[in-house]
């Protein structure tokens, strides 16, 4: 039992402090590129271009990425930084929108490249691929994700909780046998207490010592000897045993202060 205890409160601290100890840094990665008759230039102009579950997530360039190329052509990268507390067990939906600022997209030739980022987990996961030949772009990309990519600690700590139930499972299927002797011991008390409250409720003169030897003598599983020979045993006995004596005729003492 104590055990289950520890288990059970070992599941309830995971659960309360599940929220608190995520922390897995991501960031959505993104790299854009105008092709060299585009209008647009490869620059952020607002301050964000991405919603996570429908939180809008900061978004700023890298600095030093910005690049002109021979072709006139141009690209560069932004990050859109963001904690995995953001983030779900299962499905999770990403939001990316990005227009030509007026938003005449007709002369825009640009392709977005946005990938899902975390560092400390070695994880990178695409996300839009998307190339803009004179339109803008708002959509949406829905990904799953594990325990293990959102808050590994937490992952490994039920990963150790379940380690431990299944310890806790094969314990109780190798001490069942047990568990049912318990049981059956149990029952037998259960009797000899009944038993014995049956015998204090009869008179003294019907009650005799070889009715409480006899008593013990059925309940032998668990009456030990020290338990027949403790003293309210002992004290049964002596006052079976007077009983006895007055009722084959012996008189009893008429001395003061006794019965």
């Excluded at 100890?21 to 271009?49: D, K, Q, V």
Aim: proline content about 6%; aromatic content about 6%.
């Amino acid at each position: 039992m104590k055990r289950l205890v520890a288990l059970c409160i070992a599941l309830l601290a995971l659960i309360t402090s599940a929220h608190a100890r995520a922390g897995t840094p991501y960031t959505l990665h993104w790299f854009m590129a105008e092709y060299p008759h585009s209008c647009e230039n490869a620059r952020i102009t607002l301050p964000s271009y991405f919603d996570v579950n429908g939180t809008s997530i900061p978004t700023s360039e890298v600095p030093g990425a910005f690049a002109e190329h021979p072709d006139n052509s141009e690209s560069n990268e932004a990050e859109a930084p963001f904690d995995s507390v953001l983030l779900r067990w299962g499905s999770n939906r990403f939001h990316f929108k990005v227009s030509v600022r007026g938003g005449d997209n007709r002369c825009v030739d640009a392709l977005e490249i946005v990938h899902l980022v975390s560092a400390p987990l070695g994880l990178n996961k695409p996300l839009f691929d998307v190339r803009r030949e004179g339109t803008a772009f708002d959509g949406s990309t829905d990904l799953n994700l594990s325990l293990e990519e959102i808050n590994p600690p937490l992952a490994r700590d039920i990963v150790n909780l379940e380690a431990e139930i299944e310890a806790e499972r094969m314990w109780l299927i190798n001490h069942a046998a047990e568990a049912a002797a318990l049981s059956e011991r149990f029952d037998l008390l259960q009797q000899l207490e009944t038993e014995l409250k049956d015998l204090l409720t009869r008179p003294l003169d019907e009650i005799a010592e070889v009715d409480l030897d006899a008593i013990f003598d059925r309940y032998a599983e668990v009456v030990d000897d020290a338990t027949r020979a403790a003293p309210a045993a002992r004290s049964c006995r002596r006052r079976s045993g007077s009983s006895r004596r007055w009722a084959s005729g012996s008189a009893p003492s008429r001395r003061r202060g006794r019965p």
